[in-house]
Each structure stands twice: as C-alpha cells, then as structure tokens.
T-cell receptor, first 114, second 115 residues
Framework: EAQVTQNPRYLITVTGKKLTVTCSQN?????MSWYRQDPGLGLRQIYY???????DKGDVPEGYKVSRKEKRNFPLILESPSPNQTSLYFC?????????????FGPGTRLTVL | GENVEQHPSTLSVQEGDSAVIKCTYS??????FPWYKQELGKRPQLIID?????GEKKDQRIAVTLNKTAKHFSLHITETQPEDSAVYFC??????????????FGTGTQLKVEL
C-alpha cells in the first residue's frame, strides 16, 4: 500500500531533550516536506527536500533540522525542543515537487514539549 | 511570498444545503490550488484541485471555481451530508526559492453539517 508513515504518533518530552520524528514514504517520491499545524494558523512549511541530499528552509525553520540521506526517509530533528514547538506535525511527499504535483500527507505526530 | 486568506473560519449548514468556502491569494504566479479535507484526528486529504488554466472543476457534489483576475477561488459542496463535517483547507502553490511545489495553506474552515 502506497503511504507516508510517521513515528512516533504521539510524543511528550521536556524542554531541551533532543528528539527525532521519522518520516518514510514507499512511493519513490522525490519531494518531501514537513509542516506544523497550529490552531488558527493552518499548516506551515518547516523544511522541504527536492531529492537526496537536497534540503531547504520553508516558512518556519527555526529550531528544526532535517536530513535526506535516502530517498524514502526525511526525519525531522529538534535539537533542543522548546514549549513553542508543541504542535501537530505532518510529513508530506509528492512525486517530483513540480506545479500541480499532489502532496500526500502522513498521519501526523502530536508533540508536546513541557 | 504567498499569502492565502480563507473565510469563513466556521460554517454551519443544514443537511442537504450547499456550503461555500472562499479563499484569496496574493501571488499572481501561483498556479495550482488544491483543497484538503481534514477529519478530526486524521491527516489532510486532497479532495479536489484546480490549475490556473481552468476556471471551474467539478467532482460529484464538490466543485471549485477560480478567478485568476481577482485572485480568489472557492469550494462549493452541494447536498451536504453529515460526513462532510470536517475542517477544509485551501492552498495555493508557488515555488520554493530552491524550486519545488510549496503549498501555502489557508487557516481552515470548520464545516458542520447539522441534521
């Protein structure tokens, strides 16, 4: 089954404790992206990747890191999480990242930073 | 960069009535406008999209219209059913600075279909 998966689905952590949220897709998509969703703000792009070893900042990259060592994986790293990073995070992927290319979303990761 | 505004933030309709959600965008270069439906606790799922060379697109009970001159697009749901209750997001696609299909989302509309 074609899908985007994320782990963990729920995470409660404390300020400053490094964490990684994994994202994997089995559709051989070149484009992958991370969004955060906050009430009243919609979804905002954090980072994106056009292909292996190619990543770039979205609209709200501060406090986050990503890597794209393999085509299928695009982990989101929070080196020193803070309470304002409490949010719902979605990974998405699309075939090639061009105009009109449909993005498919993972199931989401609800992160709480205490 | 692109800015997408979405209205209303909440919408309540009676079952069988129509629902209309409107979005405006700022970047005239945007050329792709998807709509996503997000049920409670679920991921956003694409329900319909439209490209800038088309003025209207319909898929059963849902339709999207685009006015490029005015830079606005709308989602129309006819004969609403309780299962249409969800949050709906519009989005506009422009290019990331490094390339790629960057989606800028509206803030969402909570649609409630009442029996």
């Amino acid at each position: 089954e074609a899908q985007v998966t994320q782990n963990p689905r729920y995470l409660i952590t404390v300020t400053g404790k490094k964490l990684t949220v994994t994202c994997s897709q089995n559709m051989n998509h070149e484009y992958m992206s991370w969004y955060r969703q906050d009430p009243g703000l919609g979804l905002r792009q954090i980072y994106y990747s056009m292909n292996v070893e190619v990543t770039d900042k979205g609209d709200v990259p501060e406090g986050y890191k990503v890597s794209r060592k393999e085509k299928r994986n695009f982990p989101l790293i929070l080196e020193s999480p803070s309470p304002n990073q409490t949010s719902l995070y979605f990974c998405a992927s699309s075939l090639w990242g061009g105009p009109g290319d449909t993005q498919y979303f993972g199931p989401g990761t609800r992160l709480t930073v205490l | 960069g692109e800015n997408v505004e979405q209205h209303p933030s909440t919408l309540s309709v009676q079952e069988g009535d129509s629902a209309v959600i409107k979005c405006t965008y700022s970047d005239s270069a945007s050329n792709y406008f998807p709509w996503y439906k997000q049920e409670l606790g679920k991921r956003p799922q694409l329900i319909i999209d439209i490209r800038s060379n088309v003025g209207e697109k319909k898929d059963q009970r849902i339709a999207v219209t685009l006015n490029k001159t005015a830079k606005h697009f709308s989602l129309h749901i006819t004969e609403t059913q309780p299962e249409d209750s969800a949050v709906y997001f519009c989005a506009a696609s422009d290019r990331n600075t490094g390339g790629g299909n960057k989606l800028t989302f509206g803030t969402g509309t909570q649609l409630k279909v009442e029996l």
